[in-house]
């Protein structure tokens, strides 16, 4: 391993929409920026969208914009699979260690395709959770940016293979290349690592990994994306058929003290939008939400309001008990109390959507432990750690852009003041 220095103003780290935001606002004020990605590709959660709420876009609207904001200003320089490995603080500037993981594929790349023709291993596709597969070589996803491939070092044969190497017209393929750590030198810090699906394996009676029909939200949103594993039909998972009904399970996991003890603010939004994909596509279709209060902030109350007066979309005040499976049917029979009608409901669907809240990445950073709270969120205590996005608090979109353009002015009051 070598260790290259390199300095600048302002290290962020993670490039979903917290972290683009914050280095395209710093950058254009003047500042030398460094944005850390720790995916092949920048955009974190919101790129595996669908559609964004409340106005039903495609995530490449938003991405878009400042994605060429960043890509137009030299000041701002990206490194992607990168993760800091130890951050110091001297004299006022702070040090961060960074792994940068290879990629196995240069600058050369012309996103041909012609070294995935070839590639005879796979890979299970992580930007589809898992719902599909890809090339040992892959580009995480039509439009990601860098647009270029990137090599899972886990499936792939090497040089024993090197069918890809022999493929590349542009020899931008490099097997041999290697682990590197860099030092990065700033006069401030703005983490902005955002969120993980919370682990729907841990909620056992409610069917996931039990049975293929109940999947989470975010896969809803990848099997809803019209480059997702089925082209954006939204199909039962175990027989690629057409969908009559679909249970939503709200606060699956959260605001509850054995798993998630916070609500995430967004899930029952996201529920709302995705009873959209639903009824786009099927306009017989019933939807149950099952919830325990609809949390529809603001502006997004209309959002609610317009899903609530379509007929096919029934609510259901209270928690979900399990999912089971009926065999004569094959329907998942969800059943729930309804503490409206104070009965007990067993209603047979054919896929059930568990609405799992966000976890904080941050337990994960090279971080005191003062730094993050009881649920793991990090704590911006104005004395140099600078949030924002979801690692701050579960926010959506829209909220996670002005805590990023804030979290700008604190970075450079906090380097004026070094
Ligand atoms: C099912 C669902 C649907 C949603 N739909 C909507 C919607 O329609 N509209 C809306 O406004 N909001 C929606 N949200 C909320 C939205 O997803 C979040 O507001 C948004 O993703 C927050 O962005 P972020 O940058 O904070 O986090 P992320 O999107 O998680 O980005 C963080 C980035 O940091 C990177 N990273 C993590 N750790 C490291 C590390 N150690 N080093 C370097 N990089 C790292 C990650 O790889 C990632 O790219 C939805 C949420 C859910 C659960």
């Not at 979903?16 to 914050?22: D, H, K, L, R, Y």
């Not at 030299?74 to 792994?99: C, F, W």
């Not at 029909?213 to 939204?234: F, S």
């Not at 089971?324 to 309804?338: G, M, Q, Y």
Request: aromatic letters at 6%.
């Amino acid at each position: 391993m070598t260790e290259k220095q390199i300095s600048s103003d302002l290290l962020v780290i993670g490039a979903g929409v917290a972290g683009i935001t914050a280095a395209v606002e710093a950058v254009e004020t003047g500042l030398n920026v460094i944005l850390l990605e720790k995916r092949p590709y920048i955009g974190g959660k919101v790129a595996q969208f669908s559609k964004y709420f409340p106005k039903l876009c495609p995530p490449g609207c938003g991405l878009e914009i400042n994605i060429r904001r960043l890509r137009s200003n030299p000041m701002v320089k990206l490194y992607t699979q990168a993760e800091v490995i130890a951050v110091s603080k001297e004299g006022g500037r702070y040090k961060a260690d960074v792994s940068l993981k290879p990629r196995y594929v240069n600058n050369r790349c012309t996103a041909c395709g012609d070294c995935v023709k070839v590639c005879p291993e796979t890979r299970k596709n992580d930007f589809n959770y898992g719902m599909d597969e890809t090339a040992s070589v892959y580009i995480p996803y039509e439009n990601a940016y860098p647009q270029k491939y990137v090599i899972d070092a886990g499936s792939c044969k090497g040089s024993s293979c090197n069918k890809c190497v022999d493929a590349c017209k542009y020899g931008a393929i490099d097997l041999a290349e290697k682990e590197e750590v860099i030092a990065i030198e700033a006069g401030s810090i703005i983490w902005a690592t955002g969120w993980e699906p919370y682990d729907a394996n841990k909620l056992d009676v409610l069917g996931f990994g039990q049975f293929p029909d109940v999947i989470t939200n975010v896969m809803m949103e990848r099997l809803a994306a019209a480059d997702g594993p089925t082209h954006g039909q939204v199909l039962r998972p175990s027989t690629k058929q057409k969908i009559g009904s679909v249970a939503f399970v709200q606060c699956a996991g959260s605001r509850d003290e054995t798993h998630l003890e916070y609500c995430s603010s967004v899930c029952c939004l996201a529920s709302l939008k995705q009873s959209r994909y639903i009824r786009e596509q099927y306009p017989d279709a019933e939807i149950h939400i099952h919830y325990i209060d609809v949390r529809a902030n603001g502006l997004l109350e209309d959002f609610y309001g317009n899903v609530r007066r379509d007929d096919k979309v029934h609510f259901h005040r209270g928690k979900v008990a399990r999912v089971t499976r009926d065999p004569s049917s094959d329907k998942l029979i969800v059943e729930a109390e309804d503490s409206l009608s104070g009965t007990i409901m067993h209603k047979a669907v054919d896929l059930v959507v568990l609405a799992t809240g966000m976890k904080p990445t941050v337990r994960e950073l090279p971080l005191d432990a003062s730094a993050v709270d009881g649920n793991g969120f990090l704590i911006s205590d104005g004395t140099g750690i600078i949030g924002c996005g979801v690692n701050t608090k579960p926010k959506d979109v829209a909220s996670v852009v002005q805590e990023a353009t804030g979290a700008v002015l604190k970075a450079i009051q906090s380097i004026k003041g070094n």
